[in-house]
């Protein structure tokens, strides 16, 4: 595997339901991302993990739980989601603290729908 | 307020031919880095080019260049010789050199279509 890899591609959930999304990356990075990406918005930033540092984006509601157990993997639980949180999920990685110059490079993302 | 404009929800272009989408930016930082994607249909987002707040020449890869005037805070994608294969979101994005900031900010896209 190369890049950055993101599971499952596609996801339906229920209202009541529990999940993860899962990512990886193969890059060698130290600094993980999660973003949404609803239909006619800006990506939203939701999370940043960087050197073991959480950077949290206090607006992200309680039903999303980032979890980082090392520097390659990235995980989002999700729990009694909303119809509204319906949307593509992106994970990127980047080089942390090594100038501006670092791009992300992202996932292919999860399409999660909330029925 | 926003931090990245992008004027042109939607542009059209005949292939074979050039074209430039709009990014102004607002920032306060003296440091900062500006970065054009490439979003597909199929999602993922594509890094093209990169250009750091002080490099004092204009970013060029391939077919793509930035048109970068600072005093201005522009930040201007030049794709030259459209292919087909170029048609999809375009989002400039930012990143500002405070505490070496990892965070991005993103505009809201240009979705670009090449005609045939």
């Known amino acids: 595997e190369t890049g950055v890899t993101q599971t499952p591609r596609h996801l339906v959930m229920g209202m009541t339901n529990k999940k993860s999304l899962k990512c990886e990356q193969h890059l060698g990075h130290n600094a993980m991302y999660w973003y949404k990406q609803s239909a006619k918005k800006p990506l939203e930033l939701m999370f940043v993990?960087?050197?073991?540092?959480?950077?949290e984006n206090n607006s992200v509601p309680s039903r999303f739980s980032p979890e980082c157990p090392n520097s390659s993997h990235l995980f989002l639980h999700l729990h009694t989601l909303q119809p509204e949180d319906s949307a593509l999920y992106l994970c990127?990685?980047?080089?942390?603290?090594?100038?501006?110059?670092?791009?992300?490079?992202f996932g292919p993302g999860t399409r999660l729908t909330v029925l | 307020a926003q931090k990245i404009t992008q004027t042109q929800p939607g542009m059209f272009v005949q292939e074979k031919e050039a074209v430039t989408l709009d990014c102004t930016y607002d920032t306060s930082d003296q440091s900062y880095g500006l970065f054009w994607y490439k979003q597909p249909s199929s999602g993922e987002m594509i890094f093209l080019i990169y250009?750091?707040?002080?490099?004092?020449q204009n970013a060029t890869e391939g077919r793509y260049s930035l048109n970068f005037q600072k005093a201005r805070k522009s930040a201007n994608l030049v794709i030259s010789a459209s292919q087909l294969g170029d048609s999809a979101m375009y989002f400039c994005?930012?990143?500002?050199?405070?505490?070496?900031?990892?965070?991005?900010?993103f505009g809201p896209g240009t979705r670009l279509s090449v005609l045939p």
């Open positions: 993990y960087s050197l073991e540092e959480r950077v």
């Open positions: 994005a930012m990143r500002e050199g405070d505490n070496y900031g990892q965070n991005f900010v």
């Open positions: 250009q750091g707040s002080y490099d004092e």
């Open positions: 990127a990685s980047s080089q942390a603290r090594t100038g501006l110059g670092n791009e992300q490079f």
